[in-house]
């Protein structure tokens, strides 16, 4: 009896892991675009990098039209 | 073995309520405030003075130029139409004393996200309020086009001053990100952000600089560039989603405090009596209990 009682919560303890390992990996597969340290980056991906650090100068912050 | 299998299937029981006792608390987050991705967008440059500071300059022209906008709709329905135009003139009374509100902003105090957020959501709000009282009102569709073809050439002097103090801040903001990626490119000569600082250079002209010396870098430096760059965005990016996060607690005490502060602002700044106790009225009614979010 006491097997069967430890298998049980072995059997819940292995249900619970997988769905929480997969959520990690869920969360990080959706996440922010990975680049791996053997990828090399193009110069339009540098050069966008870049681009996306300057603000520019007629931005506008939306607040909707009154008409 | 049956007390064994009951605190099994109480324990399995609890484990599933877990999720549902936590998507609830989500919900009442949510209720409070939805934050756009635009907002957030903007926000992700506020981590510093110089861009906290376009933020709320940004969003005092918005409402500056949909005061003006206001105005000229009011004064030419006046001309035009008989319609009681009172209650569109409250609204940009509000309008008016939340512009006060947004230019007394401080881009360096620890709050400046929030504030920044919190004021350009009742900025919507009441440009909504604007635009749904001013639908009823004329109802034909004709009407808002013509009003609308008159407004579109609308020029305004506090508008302008206003885009100029941008534009100056953005190529501070801008000229700090280029010395920071010359320290990335390890290039010490200041002359590229001197010329784009004193206008003798745009930011085009800058990136096409930058993209000649890159172009002749290893592949290694490159990809360090890159990396560094990407890294120093997803910090900023991080840093904006934690702040926004925290915006959505105590969203509705926030509010109903700055509507009791704007009311004793219309006391102070209103001379006319019965003006202010509309717009006092208007705004104690958003506080109310009961009345649905404030601001809507």
Redesign the interface.
């Known amino acids: 009896m006491k097997n069967k009682f430890l298998m049980i919560i072995l059997f819940l303890i292995v249900v619970f892991s997988t769905i929480f390992v997969y959520t990690v990996y869920q969360d990080y597969v959706n996440g922010e675009d990975y680049k791996t340290d053997t990828d090399d980056a193009s110069l339009e991906e540098v050069l966008s990098e870049i681009d996306e650090s300057f603000l520019d100068e007629g931005d506008e912050v939306e607040i909707g039209e009154m008409i | 073995?049956k007390k064994?299998w009951n605190i099994?299937i109480v324990l399995?029981l609890l484990?599933s309520l877990t999720p549902l006792a936590l998507a609830e608390a989500d919900e009442d987050v949510s209720y409070e405030v939805e934050i756009d991705e635009?907002t957030k967008k903007?926000v992700a440059?506020m981590n510093n003075r110089l861009?906290s500071s376009?933020?709320l300059l940004?969003?005092e022209?918005?409402?500056t130029r949909?005061i003006a906008?206001?105005e000229y709709?009011i004064s030419y329905l006046k001309e035009n139409n008989s319609v009681n135009t009172s209650e569109l003139e409250l609204i940009l009374i509000e309008l008016e004393l939340l512009k006060d509100e947004v230019s007394s902003a401080d881009p360096n105090a620890s709050d400046a996200v929030t504030v920044f957020v919190d004021l350009?959501l009742d900025?919507?709000n009441l440009?909504?309020e604007?635009?749904d009282t001013?639908h009823l009102l004329l109802g034909n569709e004709s009407k808002?086009e013509s009003?609308?073809a008159n407004?579109s050439y609308l020029k305004n002097d506090s508008v302008e001053n206003l885009g100029q103090r941008?534009?100056k801040n953005?190529?501070e903001?801008?000229a700090y990100?280029l010395e920071?990626?010359f320290s990335y490119i390890n290039v010490s000569d200041s002359t590229i952000v001197d010329s784009y600082k004193n206008d003798s250079l745009n930011?085009s002209q800058v990136?096409q600089q930058?993209?000649e010396q890159?172009?002749n870098m290893t592949?290694e430096k490159?990809?360090q560039?890159?990396?560094e760059?990407?890294q120093?965005?997803?910090r900023g990016r991080i840093q904006a989603q934690m702040a926004v996060e925290n915006i959505t607690e105590g969203f509705h005490d926030r509010q109903v405090k700055r509507l009791e502060n704007r009311i004793n602002k219309a006391i102070e700044n209103i001379p006319d009596e019965n003006v202010r106790q509309n717009v006092e009225d208007r705004i104690n009614e958003k506080i109310k209990p009961g009345s649905g979010k404030p601001g809507e």
Do not use: C, P, W
């Open positions: 073995m064994i099994i399995v484990g635009n903007e440059v861009g376009i933020r940004q969003l022209k918005s409402i949909n906008k206001g709709i350009k900025a919507i440009t909504k604007f635009r001013l808002i009003v609308k407004i941008i534009r953005v190529r903001y801008n990100k920071k990626i930011l990136k930058i993209g890159i172009k592949m490159r990809n560039i890159f990396s760059i990407k120093s965005r997803i």
